[in-house]
């Protein structure tokens, strides 16, 4: 007889922006190419445009990063700052800290961790960049234990 020990953890369920859009049915989602710009919402119109041009991990990044605009009310153009702040909070929903982690275990390079974790590469940057030290500590603590197991 065979005995499975079932361990309880804390799982995040993904993020999905196409459903949260979904949801929204006070936002229409256009597609149209405006160079240099992957993503923009408009809140007069409330109109939500994303460049057709776009690859699906970069879509599902550009629509986070513009559904946290719709969310706290952005009107206009941001500010560098308010931008970070929203690449922060779009990299937050989309990589948990425990898939950063299992990334961070295969790889260091950004491309490789990008694709792994099913965003593009200015996510993963973003999702490093606002790391606590308190979370860096966890997350080092975390990949020499797994590390030292292997």
């Given at each position: 007889m065979t005995v499975l020990s079932v361990v309880a953890c804390r799982v995040r369920p993904m993020w999905h922006p196409w459903r949260a859009l979904a949801r929204r049915t006070d936002?229409?989602?256009?597609?149209?190419?405006?160079p240099g710009r992957?993503?923009?919402?408009?809140e007069r119109t409330r109109t939500l445009t994303l460049h057709p041009d776009?690859?699906?991990?970069?879509r599902r990044c550009t629509l986070?990063?513009?559904?946290?605009?719709?969310?706290r009310g952005h009107r206009g153009?941001?500010?560098?700052?308010v931008e970070r702040r929203v690449s922060?909070?779009?990299?937050?929903?989309?990589v948990s800290d425990e898939e950063l982690v299992e990334a961070l275990l295969w790889s260091r390079d950004e491309q490789e961790l990008a694709d792994e974790l099913w965003v593009d590469?200015?996510?993963?940057?973003?999702r490093l960049a606002d790391l606590t030290e308190a979370e860096k500590a966890d997350i080092d603590g975390?990949?020499?234990?797994?590390?030292?197991?292997?």
């Amino acid at each position: 007889m065979t005995v499975l020990s079932v361990v309880a953890c804390r799982v995040r369920p993904m993020w999905h922006p196409w459903r949260a859009l979904a949801r929204r049915t006070d936002i229409t989602l256009r597609w149209h190419a405006t160079p240099g710009r992957l993503g923009s919402w408009c809140e007069r119109t409330r109109t939500l445009t994303l460049h057709p041009d776009q690859g699906q991990a970069e879509r599902r990044c550009t629509l986070t990063h513009e559904l946290v605009h719709v969310e706290r009310g952005h009107r206009g153009p941001c500010t560098g700052p308010v931008e970070r702040r929203v690449s922060a909070e779009a990299a937050r929903r989309l990589v948990s800290d425990e898939e950063l982690v299992e990334a961070l275990l295969w790889s260091r390079d950004e491309q490789e961790l990008a694709d792994e974790l099913w965003v593009d590469v200015a996510t993963v940057r973003a999702r490093l960049a606002d790391l606590t030290e308190a979370e860096k500590a966890d997350i080092d603590g975390r990949l020499w234990a797994r590390e030292d197991a292997a």
